[in-house]
């Protein structure tokens, strides 16, 4: 399992490693922009609480499932991915979910609304912004942990939410997910009103 966790960190390396990184500063919303999926980042390292082998089901049902396990059943990680937000009755809403923003063309970078954070400043260093604290004024920041681990220290000198999933009990892990939607839909409301009118659709 080890190994092919290596592999797959140094082919994703490799490839993230090809695009360009980017300025200081994202551009203004074109009205394209205004009319697409806000982009929710998670972190790259599989050996995150959260990544894109497990962060698709933990959003849209509340379900943690470790990295590790959730590879162990099949999962697959995408580059890009959909998340589906059920709104109550037959709405949804959509989110485009990644873990290299340095590959978004710099129209998209406006839409970054939410970001995972690890609490190694490296996860920043090829971002348009890499100051978290800069970063973290434009962008929703969670810093997701198991219960019962210690909050890395740096995690929390930022400005970041931080929450807390039970890998064994996902009615707790339901509460999460919850509170997190409504610390991103006060957010975009406060930061980002471009992105209160994102595309929804009828499940």
């Known amino acids: 399992m080890l190994k092919i966790f290596?592999?797959?960190?140094?082919?994703r390396a490799s490839e993230s490693g090809?695009?360009?990184a980017a300025g200081s500063a994202a551009p203004a919303p074109s009205s394209s922009a205004q009319r697409a999926k806000p982009i929710i980042v998670v972190p790259s390292a599989l050996t995150s609480v959260i990544n894109m082998f497990n962060a698709k089901k933990f959003l849209e049902e509340?379900?943690?499932?470790k990295p590790e396990a959730a590879i162990e059943m099949g999962a697959a990680a995408k580059k890009v991915d959909v998340v589906v937000r059920r709104m109550g009755g037959q709405r949804v809403?959509?989110?485009?979910?990644i873990d290299d923003p340095t590959n978004l063309p710099p129209e998209e970078w406006s839409r970054?609304?939410?970001?995972?954070?690890?609490?190694?400043r490296w996860q920043f260093n090829r971002w348009r912004e890499s100051d978290p604290v800069q970063l973290f004024q434009q962008?929703?920041?969670?810093h997701l942990t198991l219960e019962g681990r210690p909050v890395d220290p740096t995690v929390l000198s930022w400005n970041c939410r931080v929450l807390k999933v039970d890998e064994f009990k996902d009615y707790v892990n339901a509460g999460v997910v919850s509170q997190f939607w409504l610390n991103l839909d006060d957010f975009i409301q406060r930061k980002k009103p471009h992105?209160?009118?994102a595309p929804t659709a009828q499940s």
């Open 6 to 11: 290596n592999n797959t960190v140094l082919q």
């Open 18 to 20: 090809k695009s360009q």
């Open 62 to 65: 509340g379900t943690y499932v």
């Open 93 to 97: 809403q959509l989110y485009k979910l």
């Open 112 to 120: 970054i609304a939410a970001v995972f954070v690890t609490g190694q």
């Open 139 to 142: 962008t929703l920041a969670t």
């Open 195 to 197: 992105l209160a009118s």
